[in-house]
C-alpha cells in the first residue's frame, strides 16, 4: 500500500514564525503536491512537483516556498507565518505525470498560527 | 481555469437510503472526473473515477453518471451504510502530463443516520 506520512498531525506557531511541514511517500512517486484545505472552499492546490528539485506553482502559492531535494520528500515552507495561514494541510503523491492518476493524500497537518 | 461547483454542502440520509452528490465543471477540456472521500482524521481517498468516454461506471453500492454535454457528473451511493458518512469532494481534470492538476470541488459532508 502507498504511505504518505506527514511529520505532524497538529501544529501551533506564532506569528511571523518560519514554518516547516514535511510530507514523505513511500512507493517512488514522481509527483507531489501540496494542498490546503478550509471549510465551504475544498483542496485548493499550493505547489506541486513533478521531480527532484522542480516545482510549479498552484492556485494559492503566495505566502509558500517548497522543496524537493530527495524524490520521497517534499517539503512546504511558511516564510513568516500568519494567522490567514490557519488552514489543514495536505500532502499527496502521485505515480506518474499524467492528469488521470491517482493522488494518494497523507492525513494532514493541522497548524494554527497564533 | 477549470472551476468545479459541488452540491450539496451537507447531506443527511437515513440508513438504507440513497445520497447522490452533484458536480458541474466549467472547462470543456476536462476528460478524469474522480470523486474522493475522506473520513475524520484522515486524508481524500479515491473512491471511484469516470473519464469522458464513458457515461456511467459502477463499482458495488457506488455509481457515477458523466453528462459532458451539460458538464455534469454525479455521484450515486445506494443502499447506504453509517460507514459511509464522511466528506466527498468531485474533482476535474485536463490530464495534461507534467501538470496532473485536480480542480476540486468544496465538498459534501454525508451523514448516514442509523
Known amino acids: 500500500d502507498v504511505k504518505v506520512t506527514q511529520s505532524s498531525r497538529y501544529l501551533v506557531k506564532r506569528t511571523g514564525e518560519k514554518v516547516f511541514l514535511e510530507c514523505v511517500q513511500d512507493?517512488?512517486?514522481?509527483?507531489m503536491f501540496w494542498y490546503r484545505q478550509d471549510p465551504g472552499l475544498g483542496l485548493r492546490l499550493i505547489y506541486f512537483s513533478y521531480d527532484v528539485k522542480m516545482k510549479e506553482k498552484g492556485d494559492i502559492p503566495e505566502g509558500y516556498s517548497v522543496s524537493r531535494e530527495k524524490k520521497e520528500r517534499f517539503s512546504l515552507i511558511l516564510e513568516s507565518a500568519s494567522t490567514n495561514q490557519t488552514s489543514m494541510y495536505l500532502c499527496a503523491s502521485s505515480f506518474a505525470p499524467s492528469g488521470t492518476d491517482t493522488q494518494y493524500f497523507g492525513p494532514g497537518t493541522r497548524l494554527t498560527v497564533l | 481555469g477549470e472551476n468545479v461547483e459541488q452540491h450539496p454542502s451537507t447531506l443527511s440520509v437515513q440508513e438504507g437510503d440513497s445520497a447522490v452528490i452533484k458536480c458541474t465543471y466549467s472547462?470543456?477540456?476536462?476528460?478524469?472526473f474522480p470523486w474522493y472521500k475522506q473520513e475524520l482524521g484522515k486524508g481524500p481517498q479515491l473512491i471511484i473515477d469516470?473519464?469522458?468516454?464513458?457515461g456511467e461506471k459502477k463499482d458495488q453500492r457506488i455509481a457515477v453518471t458523466l453528462n459532458k454535454t451539460a458538464k455534469h457528473f454525479s455521484l450515486h451511493i445506494t443502499e447506504t451504510q453509517p460507514e459511509d458518512s464522511a466528506v466527498y469532494f468531485c474533482a476535474a481534470s485536463k490530464g495534461n502530463a507534467g501538470a496532473n492538476n485536480l480542480f476540486f470541488g468544496t465538498g459534501t459532508r454525508l451523514t448516514v443516520i442509523p
Open positions: 512507493m517512488d512517486h514522481e509527483n
Open positions: 472547462d470543456s477540456a476536462s476528460n478524469y
Open positions: 469516470i473519464r469522458s468516454n464513458v
